[in-house]
């Protein structure tokens, strides 16, 4: 299993700088990829914006969004950013997608939520013809790499059909590694069942915060405040955070064994020295 980190594009107080030496720590460390997340109704960063700035100062590590959501954006633009996005990382985008949690995202965008899984199926055959027919996407990266690879998520039975119908793989939504291996279990089920040779790729997500007890403790602070449109469960998930490297080794080693091929670790604070620890713990 390949273990990636996130980039602090959600934490309060990043600053550009700080994106920019996170993704540099990073691709000259252990780490197998970049990833990020995305939300509107929140004071983030785009999540293609934040690649494209990746792009520019890293040259190993794949980028991944985790995910972007769909529905809220034009396929054709969709397609552009994502394409626009692999060609300036000479070819290492990954691009998961999914319907998104959250309705106020719908509401600030304009965006219909009660069609959003039919139109997220439409998207994704209006993604593919948009790269083949590259009339609105920028040159491929040199070297054969093809288009980004595309990851569905969802936990329903339709979003499993739809990641096997038209996606490379499955990006699970975060949990412990019990709920990653029903998820994947769902997901290779759905693709054996549509005839698909091989298995999806199976893409997880865990958060995390190394270091002091205040760090820990904003962490989980800012988990509570992403998560707050959850209710309660939203104290779970910062329950969650795994805050020693011991924690953190337990967690990888149940990923891998629930048959995880790339874990990404996202930071809950952004403190560059988090990069460093997650590395410590890595080697």
């Not at 990266?141 to 990641?163: E, H, Q, T």
């Not at 989980?220 to 011991?246: C, I, M, Q």
Request: charged residues 20%; neutral net charge; proline residues 7%.
């Amino acid at each position: 299993m390949r273990v990636g980190i996130g980039l602090p594009t959600t934490t309060p107080g990043t600053t550009g700088e700080v994106l920019t030496q996170w993704a540099r720590r990073a691709d000259a460390g252990p780490f197998a990829s970049l990833g990020t997340l995305d939300r509107v109704v929140y004071r983030a960063f785009d999540p293609f914006a934040a690649l494209a700035a990746a792009a520019a100062v890293t040259q190993r590590v794949e980028l991944v969004t985790m995910i972007v959501i769909a529905p809220i954006r034009p396929a054709t633009l969709l397609a552009k950013q994502a394409a626009s996005v692999h060609a300036l990382s000479a070819g290492r985008l990954t691009l998961g997608l999914a319907t998104g949690a959250r309705p106020d995202d719908y509401t600030a965008t304009g965006a219909d939520g009660r069609t959003r899984g039919r139109r997220f199926d439409e998207q994704l055959e209006a993604i593919r013809v948009a790269w083949e027919e590259a009339r609105t996407v920028p040159a491929a990266p040199d070297g054969g790499s093809g288009p980004p690879r595309i990851l569905v998520g969802g936990g329903s039975g339709p979003a499993f059909a739809r990641m096997a119908r038209t996606a490379d793989g499955y990006v699970h939504g975060g949990g412990p590694p019990r709920a990653f291996a029903s998820a994947a279990s769902k997901a290779v089920a759905a693709w054996v069942d549509l005839g698909r040779p091989g298995r999806p790729l199976l893409y997880g997500q865990g958060y995390f915060a190394l270091g002091s007890a205040g760090d820990v403790d904003a962490g989980a602070d800012y988990l509570r405040d992403y998560y707050e449109f959850t209710g309660p469960f939203a104290e779970k998930v910062a329950a969650a955070n795994l805050s020693t490297p011991a924690a953190i080794r337990d967690f990888i080693r149940g990923y891998d064994e629930a048959g995880c091929d790339h874990l990404v670790l996202l930071p809950t604070v952004n403190h560059l020295d988090q990069s460093d620890r997650l590395a410590d713990v890595l080697a």
